[in-house]
């Protein structure tokens, strides 16, 4: 026999919402984590001033990091090099993989300007070395090269690799490895909320009808359906542990902070705060 579903009606599900107990601390927390992490180093300053939260990290190393990246993402992978090695030499020593790609950039960058010869004598001296050494590299590499195979990249297999997506994924790339040689997280603790919630979501459609969130851009809740019964107590231990690992709930006068910095929208701190009720229920 199935198990009916409980109703939590509206009525029940925003007093939950404003049952819960705020702690400005942790939610100036998350703020300035975001910050950090995703490199607003004058919205960081600010805030700090403003709120008394301080980063894990220096904000001076912000900026050059974010110079490191905006490097890569114009196409200017020899500056952004240097820029990583000036702020830690063992960044790129250590970690073949990112090295190799950004000198995969840099290939893509010089197919990109025309300059086959120049192109065809890099890869067989900088990347064909290492290919040798991993397997996994040849065959980014064969894909590369096979860049120079097409008159009209259009009809390329792996054209993409000249689309600016390609740039920003390397970019991404280099800021995660300075992050976590600063030992800080390489993302954002609110992308993981997000997905935290939508898990949520998923695990809580099968068990009750519930004011859930449809449409994620405006984190409008819609009404639930008319059944019954109780939640299953697993999944809530689940969230209840997950979310209180990671921060407290966010206070309300954070909208208007979080709007100011420009920072996210009203739709993911109200996504964040109904993640939260769900693991208080």
């Not at 030499?89 to 090295?99: R, S, V």
């Not at 190799?100 to 067989?124: M, P, S, T, Y």
């Not at 600063?182 to 954002?188: T, Y």
Request: net charge negative; proline share 4%.
């Amino acid at each position: 026999m199935a198990m009916s579903k409980k109703l939590i009606t509206r009525e029940e599900w925003e007093r939950k919402l404003n049952d819960v107990k705020i702690r400005k601390e942790d939610m100036n927390k998350l703020v300035m984590n975001f910050l950090v992490t995703e490199g607003y180093v004058d919205a960081a300053e600010k805030f700090q001033m403003e709120s008394g939260a301080e980063p894990d990290i220096d904000l001076a190393t912000i900026t050059d990091r974010m110079a490191a990246k905006k490097a890569v993402q114009c196409g200017n992978v020899e500056d952004a090099i240097e820029k990583v090695n000036d702020l830690n030499p063992e960044i790129l020593d250590t970690n073949p993989q990112l090295f190799f790609h950004l000198q995969q950039q840099r290939l893509i960058e010089l197919i990109r300007n025309g300059k086959v010869n120049e192109a065809l004598q890099f890869a067989q001296e900088e990347l064909a070395p290492r290919g040798e050494e991993d397997h996994s590299f040849l065959e980014e590499l064969e894909k590369t090269v096979a860049l120079l195979a097409f008159e009209d990249v259009s009809n390329c297999p792996v054209g993409d690799l000249l689309d600016i997506s390609q740039r920003l994924k390397t970019a991404s790339e280099v800021n995660a490895a300075i992050l976590t040689s600063q030992s800080h997280e390489k993302d954002p603790k609110l992308p993981s909320l997000l997905k935290m919630l939508l898990w949520a979501q998923n695990q809580l459609d099968e068990k009750a009808a519930y004011p859930r969130i449809k449409n994620l851009s405006t984190a409008m809740l819609e009404d639930p359906a008319a059944v019954s019964d109780l939640l299953d107590a697993t999944v809530l231990q689940f969230v209840r542990c997950s979310f209180s690992s990671i921060l407290n709930p966010c206070t309300v006068d954070m909208f208007t902070r979080f709007a100011f910095f420009k920072v996210v929208d009203y739709g993911i701190i109200s996504k964040i705060i109904m993640a939260q009720v769900i693991s208080r229920l």
